[in-house]
């Protein structure tokens, strides 16, 4: 157990609509990133936010956002979705800012777009 | 482009039979390397990372990487694998300011008995 919480777990929506997914990182890591991994992309890092503020950006899509809320949890909006957004989404935490530190991933949310 | 490659989509290999999964690396000045393992419908684990000093980098599960900095390499070895061993394998590094983290293509590894 890498000790970061993802939700859901599996998502299924429409075209054009938003989602949220939820992202609570081990406890004492101050970093998040999120990420997208898919079959044609493969694992793309997408943002990283360090105590509440962004660190980070990295092929992440204007359609997309992201927070970190002051209790360290994170959340990725993804809005306007298009079929191509169906991915697995991760999370990972890290103690500190730099990410040459090793980061603790989540199990993922699986989001299928229909 | 400074990126890291994974030459093999698939690597089989007999369960008891040493292992390699290859990694090269086109990175400038002296580069940060890690070793991530995904199993089924799981996050990705952190197994060993390469920063300086010794080029022999020893990680979890038995496994260890050699840093080379001549052939530009950092292949995963283990000396005996275990079916348990069978996983997607992700060579990554941290963009020189550190703040961006990039995966290569991965490489599925079968053990088999």
């Known amino acids: 157990d890498s000790g970061v919480t993802q939700t859901p777990k599996h998502l299924i929506t429409a075209t054009g609509q938003r989602v949220t997914l939820r992202c609570s990182p081990r406890?004492?890591?101050?970093?998040v990133y999120w990420y997208q991994q898919s079959l044609d992309q493969g694992l793309q890092f997408l943002i990283q936010?360090?105590?509440?503020?962004?660190?980070a950006k990295g092929n992440i899509l204007e359609r997309f956002s992201a927070q970190q809320f002051p209790d360290l949890h994170s959340e990725l909006n993804l809005s306007s979705l298009e079929l191509g957004d169906s991915a697995l989404y991760f999370c990972?935490?890290?103690?500190?800012?730099?990410?040459?530190?090793?980061?603790?991933f989540g199990d993922g949310t699986r989001l299928s777009i229909l | 482009a400074q990126s890291v490659a994974q030459p093999e989509d698939q690597v089989n290999v007999a369960e008891g039979n040493p292992l390699t999964v290859k990694c090269t690396y086109s990175v400038s000045g002296n580069p940060y390397l890690f070793w991530y393992v995904q199993y089924p419908n799981r996050g990705l684990q952190f197994l060993l990372k390469y920063i300086t000093g010794d080029n022999l980098v020893k990680g979890s599960y038995g496994f260890e990487a050699e840093f080379n900095k001549s052939q530009t390499s950092f292949h995963l070895k283990k000396p005996s694998a275990l079916v348990s061993d069978s996983a997607l394998y992700f060579c990554a590094w941290p963009l020189y300011n550190f703040n961006k983290f990039y995966f290569g293509s991965g490489t599925k590894l079968n053990v088999k008995p």
């Open positions: 406890s004492g890591d101050l970093s």
């Open positions: 936010y360090y105590n509440g503020e962004e660190r």
């Open positions: 990972a935490s890290s103690v500190g800012q730099n990410s040459n530190q090793p980061q603790h």
